[in-house]
């Protein structure tokens, strides 16, 4: 009997092509006839175009033409991949198409053009003040599907305490009906009786906090290639999904899937940046259709820092109660979220991320999704959870020091329980290992050790321990298996339509099918990247799905596959289906395991039948995108092909505890990270190598948001400062711990067969928070309740001095 | 900042390169497309491709002598890109950020996006697609990588990979420390650094015992 495949270190199959060169991302194609387009972005923030003359431009030679913003799918109110109005610096306005780049750009600086500049908005706060500008004409943020121009009043800002977030109430009549203009928030839900809660508490604390928004910078910038034959679109483009992205794009071009061939094999990254495609890549597309050519639009860092997304900043004020234990009594949460030009913000998210890892008795949220001039918001691996667990862990240390408790002792109170209930509609989960993980760090971290060099000064450093627990969602359920026996070599080629972003969750969830069947790893191939190769219906790459999903759609058609094989043995060598096992790539009976056949045999025998055994009949509950592609591969050996129908025992949510010791130079404001530990609850371990690339990986992503990225603007022309990777930079070598470690837990959800939840998401908020807790612990307690923690903020505070920015800025 | 002032100029209808000016002048750098083959801002209206004159010259890349047309601003990941068709070499910031352009010239990790070709004519350039043996054994660097399965999406390998072979090349027996400075220059937005230095530690080992 071959090992179970689930569990093992395998080298995912791709990474050959990754370190030889031979992986072809996107731009790395080429097509007969190919040219190359160009943007022209907008300088400034919210602008509308008066004039464009490109007459000059089209006559350059080696111009095949310009695509303008009439010329793509319209939309009054969201993005469109090209726009005569931007509501960003950076947003693209037209492209024009040459022989070469080089010639391209040049076409692009020949273009006359003129803009109306429009009032613009970069901070959420800033725009609920009486007569602040809006960021867009219809308003600054939605109200239930409609905008609106929403306002705070003078005396609602002068009512909060110096450098505090204004926190006012709705205004209501006698009865208790809001009245005219009394609206304060667009969102909320409360349960319990907050201010019970509070009355109840031993200690409150009344905290603001900022948190900057902060760009995704995936190494490969969403460059996209695009031809067309007969009709058919052939898009190359950088995606973290596969089947879901091609259903985005022929949605917005209003195609027929069938009509469009989308290849994205490899993926340099999305982090939630490009979960189904981004509205960007539609401009090869219809360009290429207008100039008959394959159009490549290469992205650049620079158009990729504004093109390419950015995880919502938050202004937020908190009030926590706290009985003297440790217990949380009462949470009351009230943010405003930078929703950028078209989105609404993470602080849903971020308020029932915190009512799961906290399990407040009583809590109330509260918040506004203020639209803002900056760059697009879009989810990044674990949205809203990463902001506000880095937000509040330091808040609990305060909190266990004016208590008296061990601060780990408090996150363990706090935490839930299997049988946790949380948020607004009470949701229940299907497993909760977060006390083991906790428990399992405090080993492994040595935490007693640890915590007892907290504030030892070593030279000018001071040592501090941080503590982050973060929470997020783990998977979805219900997509499509399929799988194909070659009656050549018996090989099983597993189909998958999901992504390939660097997660490995293309080889590692076929294990699944492959441990059902029994077979070795090198009997497996696996097919994906391209949707002509008949893929099944699969989920986003996105939201830690992947892995939930795809095992169990996976193990779904291991299954079919199995019985499709017993019932071929039965039929052929007598007994019942039951009678036969499967292994090592025959199919046996298990009483006399030499009476059997083949894998290649058996699909050999399936062809012969055909019917179900060979694609010609499928499962009626199969998406019909599966059964297009089971039905162009019938005849091609045993096809098995099977929807994910296990049922679930509640929601899913994995958990990373990350654990931080730093050293402050308390000179210089500079902080050395020197130990981080993560433990994990992420159900049972697929691959552990590859999960620790994700553990530690985020983690890293988290300490950047903790510690450096950033967005700055120049208030008066609203275009940014910090727009290059040196400006606002990610974690680079030297800037993470060389002395980093992770362990999971490994307790089996009970709600799924493999066992296995996602892991990308929760991973960030453990590194942000647990940099933010220790950067805190590193200055004797003070929480800046802020990010990032970069040297000039930690100096002025330690030196007393006043801070170059307000307390409340968003960008600083 | 408590006040936004509202762009109310005078004049409501301003040219992009009269906006550029304006910020240009208080102190703020932008550049409203950005263009890869040309300096950090455009020169307000001058352009490159015209009167660029291509120049047939010849380069050693991977041991092989190829002859190129070359334009006189192009730069050596434009050329092993777009004209030698070596896609390894991979472009991610365009600006000497990043390392995903990596490439060894005479034996040291540079980066091909900020290196004039014509400026490398002389010199022995090998690329990702220059490592791997004829028969397709890896080269011990490869091998360490695909053994520790480092990497997550592998968009920064290529780089990663050069610069591991210019360290090893200089410092064969590397501690992790000296390892994560040598590979400083790269930038893996994955993260996936605690792999990729456990891969380097075990390149530098297997490159010990071939040598």
Redesign the interface.
């Known amino acids: 009997m071959a090992e179970k495949l689930i569990g093992q ?1 395998i ?2 199959p791709d ?2 092509a ?8 996107s ?2 194609f ?1 097509a007969d006839g190919m040219v190359f387009a ?7 923030p919210h602008c509308r175009v ?1 004039r464009i003359d490109a007459s000059a431009a089209l006559a ?1 030679e ?1 111009v095949h033409g310009m695509l303008t913003a009439d010329e793509v799918p319209q939309s009054a109110t969201g993005e469109q991949c090209l726009t005569n109005h931007p509501h960003y ?1 950076g947003e693209a306005i037209l492209a024009i198409a040459a022989d ?4 391209a ?2 076409a ?3 273009v ?12 959420p706060l ?1 725009s609920l ?1 009486p007569g ?2 809006d960021a867009r004409v219809e308003g600054n943020t939605r109200i239930g599907r409609n905008f609106a121009s929403f306002k705070w009043t003078q005396e609602d800002f002068d009512n909060a305490p110096e450098g505090s977030m204004p926190m006012p109430d709705d205004v209501v009549d006698a009865e208790g009906e809001l009245v005219e203009g009394g609206q304060r928030w667009t969102q909320g839900w409360e349960v319990g009786d907050i201010e019970a809660g509070l009355a109840e508490a031993d200690l409150i604390l009344d905290e603001t906090i900022v948190h900057q928004s902060v760009s995704h ?5 969403r460059s996209s290639m695009s031809y067309w034959e007969n009709g058919r679109l052939f898009m190359h483009t950088s995606t973290q999904s596969l089947v879901q992205t091609r259903n985005g794009v022929a949605r917005g071009l209003g195609l027929d899937i069938e009509d469009v061939v989308l290849i994205g094999e ?4 999305g ?1 939630g940046s490009k979960i189904s495609g981004s509205p960007i890549q539609l401009v090869p597309a219809l360009f290429s259709r207008k100039i008959n050519r394959p159009v490549m639009l ?1 992205i ?4 990729e820092n504004y093109l390419g997304r950015a995880r919502p900043g938050m202004q937020a004020r908190v009030r926590i109660g706290f009985r003297s234990d440790g217990r949380i009594t009462g949470l009351d949460f009230a943010a405003l979220g930078d929703g950028g030009p078209f989105g609404g913000g993470d602080q849903g998210s971020s308020a029932s991320t915190a009512s799961l890892t906290y399990t407040p008795l009583n809590m109330r949220f509260r918040g506004v999704g203020v639209f803002t001039n900056t760059p697009p918001k879009a989810a990044q691996r674990g949205p809203g959870g990463a902001q506000i667990i880095g937000m509040l862990e330091p808040l609990m240390d305060k909190a266990a020091r004016q208590l008296g408790v061990d601060r780990l002792a408090l996150r363990r109170l706090n935490a839930p329980d299997p049988d946790v209930q949380y948020g607004p509609r009470g949701s229940r989960l299907s497993s909760v290992f977060v006390k083991e993980a906790i428990d399992l760090g405090r080993e492994r971290f040595n935490w007693e050790e640890r915590i007892a060099r907290s504030g030892q000064m070593n030279g000018s450093k001071r040592t501090g321990i941080g503590v982050g627990v973060s929470p997020y969602t783990a998977g979805s359920s219900g997509f499509d298996g399929l799988l194909v026996i070659r009656p050549e070599d018996g090989i099983v080629e597993i189909h998958q339509g999901c992504g390939n ?4 969750s293309i080889p590692d969830t076929a294990r699944a099918a492959a441990d059902v069947l029994g077979v070795e790893w090198d009997q497996v191939e696996v097919v994906f990247g391209d949707t002509s190769r008949h893929l099944p219906w699969s989920s986003i790459q996105a939201g830690s799905q992947t892995t939930h999903a795809h095992t169990r759609a996976n193990h779904a058609v291991g299954l079919d596959a199995k019985q499709k094989l017993q019932e071929i043995a039965a039929r052929d060598l007598g007994g019942r289906p039951e009678d036969y096992e499967t292994s090592d790539g025959r199919v046996y009976r298990s009483s006399n395991p030499s009476q059997g056949m083949t894998l290649a045999r058996a699909a050999t025998r399936a062809v012969e039948l055909g019917g179900r055994y060979s694609g010609e009949e499928f499962a009626d509950n199969l998406n019909n995108m599966t059964k297009a592609s089971v039905t162009a591969l019938a005849g091609r050996g045993l096809v098995a092909a099977a929807r994910d129908t296990f049922g679930s025992q509640g929601g899913l949510q994995s958990w990373v505890v990350g654990f931080a010791e730093v050293a402050l130079d308390v000179e210089t404001g500079k902080v050395d990270l020197v130990h981080f530990t993560a433990t994990t609850d992420c159900g049972v371990v697929v691959h552990p ?2 999960l ?3 553990v ?6 988290g300490m ?1 948001i903790a510690m450096s990225q950033k967005w700055v603007f ?6 940014t ?1 910090a727009k ?3 400006t606002a930079r ?5 800037d ?1 711990p ?1 002395d ?1 470690q992770w362990e999971a837990v490994g307790l089996a959800d009970p709600g799924t067969p493999v066992g296995a939840k996602g892991i990308g998401e929760p991973c960030v908020g453990a590194g942000s928070a647990a940099l933010t807790s220790a950067i805190s612990d590193a200055m004797e307690g003070v929480c800046l309740c802020r990010t990032p923690l970069t040297p000039d903020v930690l100096l002025a505070e330690i030196e007393g001095r006043e801070p170059a920015y ?1 307390p409340l ?1 968003l960008h600083v | 900042m408590s006040e936004v002032e509202i762009i109310g100029t005078p004049e409501r209808t301003v040219t992009r390169r009269k906006f550029i000016m304006g910020v240009i002048a208080t102190g703020a750098a932008t550049s409203s497309a950005s263009y890869l083959f040309k300096g950090p801002q455009p020169l307000l209206g001058a352009l490159m491709a015209q009167g660029s004159v291509e120049r047939l010259i010849t380069l050693n890349v991977n041991g092989q002598q190829r002859r190129v047309d070359v334009m006189s601003q192009e730069t050596l990941a434009f050329t092993l890109r777009y004209k030698l068709g070596l896609t390894g070499t991979k472009l991610g910031c365009d600006r000497a950020e990043c390392g995903a352009c990596t490439v060894l010239i005479n034996g040291v990790n540079s980066y091909s996006c900020s290196v004039l070709t014509h400026s490398v004519r002389t010199s022995d350039i090998v690329t990702i697609e220059g490592l791997e043996a004829e028969d397709g054994t890896l080269h011990p660097v490869q091998q360490a990588v695909w053994d520790e399965g480092g990497f997550q999406c592998a968009f920064c390998a290529p780089g990663f990979i050069m610069s591991m072979v210019s360290m090893i090349e200089e410092n064969p027996n590397p501690t992790r420390a000296e390892c994560a400075q040598a590979l400083s220059g790269n930038l893996c937005r994955c993260a996936d650094y605690d792999k990729i230095l456990t891969s380097a530690m075990r390149a530098a080992e297997y490159s010990r015992q071939q040598a």
């Open positions: 270190d080298t995912p990474l050959h990754k370190i030889t060169g031979r992986a072809k991302y731009e790395d080429k160009k943007l022209l972005s907008s300088p400034m008066t350059l080696g610096e070469t780049e080089t010639i750009a040049d692009i600086e020949l006359e053009i003129e803009f109306e500049p429009l009032p613009f908005a970069l901070d800033d003040r602040s500008p910078h995936p190494l490969e910038p490899y993926c340099g990254g982090f290469r650049t860092r620079a158009e972003l660097g997660t490995n190598r590859g620790g690339g994700q530690l990986g985020g983690a890293i992503q950047g120049d208030p008066v022309w609203g275009v400062f290059r990777l040196y990610p974690p680079g070598m030297l993470i060389l980093m307000g800025d």
